[in-house]
């Protein structure tokens, strides 16, 4: 009897180290298939008790007093199927006729109560069917990017989103973003995991930073590096020159006669010949803040090639191959004129905790309102956590996985030989000593 209460004892106490260990291990051997017995089994009185049932129709009624049968029960929305994922579970259902998807978004947060889960989402698949992503259990709690998680050229993984996918900081799809954070949200850290990936990449990164302490150590990887707000307006001034260069390369090809095949003929520089095609270029800018603020009036004339030739750049440079990664704590109108020009060419948004609303209201108050609660949500604990949208309205919550600067730093010294030489912005090439054979990833000062 002793024998079996301590190996009952034993076995309830490893599974419940494996479910704080690896919640992911514990969801996929014991969590998971509970769950799914749970939601089919009492899925028609949970959607009757939220509410998302209909009454039968009037044929049934019918039928039933014909033949003198008790009345039907309500019907709920039709269970297509459920299945189980890494991280939860997924259910598609079809509405009944008279039910709206709004009725299923609403009452999201009853079914995971009723469920026992952490987080329901809906989407609508197409006219009358929706998808409910179900998470069993906290992913954002410890996250660790997946080792096979899809990488392509400018389209990196950088985060894992509440439903327990992979968020991609896609170039292509969405050319400029904005990240917003107060300091201590995890900012820095996403902004070095964006680094991270992209150093093994064939693309040209450019870094503006006026702190001279965050983009600095990772400067073997950089094409050009301005560390002031004078190096940066002549190194901004230099991208619109280069962008201008690749579009005569662009005119060049688009020479269109009649017998030219429409697959040819390209507006921007991904139709190119990849003999001709030139490097993508990342321009990353850290506190955007510290490179628009002027002390003195002479100060406003560069503040204005700057912010001029960040505007263009975002309007137009695209097409070049160039696209802009801005990072702060605030991006509002207090920062000078044009400055909400600028935002309103920044597509991609990516908010972590902000310490007044106001700030929250500059992310997302002109393309996600519904995301500025969630972002006002997060705790200063939550180091990481961040609220990602962009101009479509929809927005999913995400966090960083911790990337360490020295992790950063060995990538960029890892990837130092791939480092593209742009011969228009050669003049602002980082300036450091040779790497020695044994480096270990140690930051190492750079001057720009």
């Given at each position: ?76 929305p ?7 994922t ?62 096979r ?94 962008m201008?260069?690749?579009f ?64 263009r ?11 802009l ?10 920062l ?65 996985a ?32 040779p ?14």
């Amino acid at each position: 009897m002793v024998t079996v209460l301590v190996l009952t004892g034993g076995g309830i106490a490893a599974v419940l180290f494996v479910r704080r260990v690896r919640p992911d291990l514990y969801w996929m051997i014991i969590g998971g298939p509970a769950a799914h017995i749970r939601v089919t089994w009492s899925y028609a009185s949970v959607m009757d008790a939220c509410g998302l049932s209909v009454p039968p129709s009037r044929a049934r009624i019918l039928l039933a007093r014909a033949m003198r049968r008790e009345m039907p029960a309500n019907r709920p929305p039709k269970l297509l199927r459920v299945r189980q994922t890494r991280t939860g579970l997924v259910a598609r259902i079809r509405l009944q006729p008279g039910q709206d998807a709004y009725d299923v978004i609403t009452a999201a947060d009853r079914l995971r109560h009723s469920w026992r889960l952490h987080h329901v989402a809906v989407r609508e698949i197409r006219s009358g069917v929706l998808e409910l992503s179900m998470t069993g259990y906290d992913v954002l709690n410890r996250v660790h990017l997946p080792a096979r998680a899809e990488r392509s050229p400018l389209r990196v993984p950088v985060a894992v989103r509440g439903d327990g996918s992979v968020h991609y900081r896609d170039f292509r799809r969405v050319p400029h973003s904005l990240t917003v954070g107060a300091t201590e949200s995890g900012k820095s850290v996403y902004q070095r995991g964006l680094i991270k990936e992209l150093a093994s990449q064939r693309v040209a990164l450019v870094g503006v930073d006026c702190k001279g302490v965050e983009l600095a150590p990772l400067a073997r990887r950089f094409t050009a590096l301005a560390t002031d707000p004078d190096t940066a307006a002549d190194l901004l001034d230099a991208l619109v020159a280069e962008m201008g260069e690749r579009f005569q390369l662009i005119r060049a090809a688009q020479r269109i006669s009649a017998d030219t095949p429409d697959a040819q003929i390209t507006s921007d520089i991904w139709g190119l010949p990849d003999k001709t095609r030139p490097v993508p270029i990342v321009v990353i800018v850290d506190e955007v803040a510290e490179l628009l603020l002027v002390s003195a009036a002479s100060q406003k004339k560069r503040r204005e090639r700057i912010i001029t030739a960040l505007i263009r750049l975002g309007q137009l440079a695209r097409a070049a191959g160039i696209y802009l990664e801005v990072c702060g704590q605030r991006f509002g109108s207090e920062l000078g004129d044009g400055v909400t020009m600028l935002r309103a060419q920044l597509t991609g948004r990516v908010c972590h905790r902000v310490n007044d609303e106001a700030s929250a209201k500059m992310a997302f108050g002109d393309i996600a309102p519904d995301a500025l609660a969630a972002v006002l949500a997060i705790a200063p604990e939550q180091r990481g956590v961040a609220i990602a949208a962009d101009s479509t309205g929809g927005w999913s919550r995400i966090r960083t996985a911790n990337v360490t600067l020295r992790t950063a730093v060995a990538a960029c010294n890892r990837h130092a030989d791939l480092t593209p030489d742009v011969p228009a912005l050669s003049d602002f090439r980082p300036d450091l000593p040779p790497l020695p054979d044994d480096a270990t990833g140690v930051p190492v000062p750079a001057t720009a």
